[in-house]
């Protein structure tokens, strides 16, 4: 396994990132010692979001209506 020293890490971290997501981890030192090893997560390629809760929730039909007359109440009808 590459072992590099901070000054290195910092200076070629780019790389050595692109390293490590290829499955080449590798560990930073300091004067020598090891401190961090530094490899790839095991996460999803692509984190899928729109739709993730469908058929979990529904939406009232009249959910644009909810509370009117509390809010024209408040506030008067503005009409």
Not at 39 to 50: E, H, I, S
């Amino acid at each position: 396994m590459l072992t590099v020293n901070i000054h290195e890490a910092k200076t070629q971290l780019s790389k050595l990132i692109a390293q490590a997501v290829k499955g080449e981890p590798f560990v930073i030192a300091k004067a020598g010692k090891p401190l961090v090893k530094v490899t790839a997560l095991d996460a999803p390629d692509a984190v899928q979001r729109l739709g993730f809760m469908a058929g979990e929730i529904s939406v009232p039909e009249d959910f644009d209506r909810m509370g009117e007359a509390e809010i024209e109440a408040l506030f008067g009808s503005g009409r």
